[in-house]
């Protein structure tokens, strides 16, 4: 079974940093794409920024020059570096894995339980 466990979700004070940390274990071999996603109150869940196992990196335009994605492939672990947060960042975080389960040797998507990020005036 794979298990991914977020951390580093808080409340913020606009302009303020976090820094969001996303650890996949268990059965997870191969990680093709790590992402971070986000859903607001009343809104869809939408992609923030993610990374390939090849290096492409891509960001949802309204946090391009702040956010920072990042992963550590040793310890099958993807960052969220935010900086500059804004009242709109408001929402709970998901990070996503899309990788291979060992135990099956099927590629599946797996998502973390969220974390709440708060930024407040």
């Known amino acids: 079974q794979v298990h991914l466990v977020e951390s580093g979700g808080g409340l913020v004070q606009i302009g303020g940093s976090l820094r969001l940390s996303c650890a996949a274990s268990?059965?997870?071999?191969?990680?093709?794409?790590l992402s971070w996603n986000r859903q607001a109150p009343g809104k869809q869940r939408e992609l923030v920024a993610l990374?390939?196992?090849?290096?492409?990196?891509k960001y949802a335009d309204s946090v391009k020059g702040r956010f920072t994605i990042s992963r550590d492939n040793a310890k099958n672990t993807v960052y969220l570096q935010m900086n500059s947060l804004k009242l709109d960042d408001t929402a709970v975080y998901y990070c996503n894995v899309i990788g291979w389960d060992t135990r099956t040797s099927m590629r599946g998507s797996y998502w973390g339980q969220g974390t709440q990020v708060t930024v407040s005036s």
């Open positions: 268990g059965s997870i071999g191969v990680i093709d794409v």
């Open positions: 990374v390939s196992s090849g290096g492409v990196i």
